[in-house]
Structure formats: structure tokens, C-alpha cells
């Protein structure tokens, strides 16, 4: 078991950074792929970003390719999603995740067992 809690979101305008933090308690977080979500009102939610157990292996979403960064520091428990260059079409709930099961990493939300409650990020024009 793993728990997630969020944390960083906020308001900033485009072009601008900003950093979200996943701490993890329970089983270490070496045990398990993570990953970033989102999701924003009236919308499915959405794959952001993912780091094997490692965190030599990474994923990204088309739409945040060159622009979000995840990382992970397993002594700490923690992940990162470092983001620049923020959108307008950033805004959302920003949601982390963790895989035990799974063998590599992957897109798909169902596949991840366990959730944190999210961070809004707003970003404006």
C-alpha cells in the first residue's frame, strides 16, 4: 500500500513554472512505477507524464513533451513534475499515481492502483 498526497499547484500566468510534488508514505516508492494525470471540468482525465520504478524510464504526453519534466527521488518518497512553459490548456486538477503490477510504464489510468487527491493548476492568457 501507498499513500499520495499532491502538492505545488497554483495560479500562474502562461509562459510560466511551476513545480508539483507527490509525497508518498506507506511502501517505498521504489516499488512502484508513478505518474501524473490531469484532469479538468468536463473533460476525461488525461496522462501527463510516468518514471519506471528507477526512474531511468520516462513518458510523456505529446502535448507536454519538451515542456514538463518528471522526476523522482526515491530516498525522499517524493515525485516531481517540474513544468514550463505553461498553457492556458494546462489548467486542471493535476493528479499522481503508482503501479505495482505493472511491468512498464504506461498511459492507461486504469492501470494505476493508487491515487492521491490532486493540486489545481490554473494557468491564465
Known amino acids: 500500500q501507498v499513500q499520495l498526497v499532491e502538492s505545488g499547484g497554483g495560479l500562474v500566468q502562461a509562459g510560466g513554472s511551476l513545480r508539483l510534488s507527490c509525497a508518498a508514505s506507506?511502501?517505498?516508492?521504489?516499488?512502484?512505477?508513478m505518474a501524473w494525470f490531469r484532469q479538468a471540468p468536463g473533460k476525461e482525465r488525461e496522462f501527463v507524464a510516468a518514471?519506471?520504478?528507477?526512474?531511468?524510464?520516462?513518458l510523456y504526453a505529446d502535448s507536454v513533451k519538451g515542456r514538463f519534466t518528471i522526476s523522482r527521488d526515491n530516498a525522499k518518497n517524493t515525485v516531481f513534475l517540474q513544468m514550463n512553459s505553461l498553457k492556458p490548456e494546462d489548467t486542471a486538477v493535476y493528479l499522481c499515481?503508482?503501479?505495482?503490477?505493472?511491468?512498464?510504464?504506461?498511459?492507461?489510468?486504469?492501470?494505476?492502483?493508487?491515487w492521491g487527491r490532486g493540486t489545481q493548476v490554473t494557468v491564465s492568457s
Open positions: 518514471a519506471n520504478r528507477n526512474g531511468d524510464g520516462r
Open positions: 499515481a503508482a503501479a505495482a503490477r505493472l511491468g512498464r510504464i504506461t498511459v492507461h489510468s486504469n492501470e494505476y492502483a493508487y
Open positions: 506507506g511502501r517505498t516508492v521504489s516499488s512502484y512505477h
